[in-house]
Nanobody, 117 residues
Framework: QVQLVESGGGLVQAGGSLRLSCAAS????????MGWYRQAPGKQRELVAV???????NYADSVKGRFTISRDNAKNTVDLQMNSLKPEDTAVYYC???????????WGKGTLVTVSS
């Protein structure tokens, strides 16, 4: 099992910045990937950004150039720096840990990000 604890959500004006953090604990085995997904009201959960333990990164087209994902393998943490936020970025953001070999996913409880116009 893997436990995920998120922090850093909140309310920000359009154009502002927020940083989300997630700490993983438990059975952390490689290979794995950590990332962030989001779910806006009435919409499906979607990928925001993911980074593997080897350092490969992938971003949703909607956040490229604005969001940056980083991780510390020694601390089992992943951060999401969100700049130039837009109202359409408003959503609950979920931290994800994936055992890439077995395809097993673990989820955090989510943290709300609200961007006001």
């Amino acid at each position: 099992q893997v436990q995920l604890v998120e922090s850093g959500g909140g309310l920000v004006q359009a154009g502002g910045s927020l940083r989300l953090s997630c700490a993983a604990s438990g059975s952390i085995f490689s290979p794995n990937a950590m990332g962030w997904y989001r779910q806006a009201p009435g919409k499906q959960r979607e990928l925001v950004a993911v980074v593997t333990d080897g350092g490969s990164r992938n971003y949703a087209d909607s956040v490229k150039g604005r969001f940056t994902i980083s991780r510390d393998n020694a601390k089992n943490t992943v951060d999401l720096q969100m700049n130039s936020l837009k109202p359409e970025d408003t959503a609950v953001y979920y931290c994800n840990f994936r055992r890439t070999y077995y395809g097993v996913n673990y989820w955090g409880k989510g943290t709300l990000v609200t961007v006001s116009s």
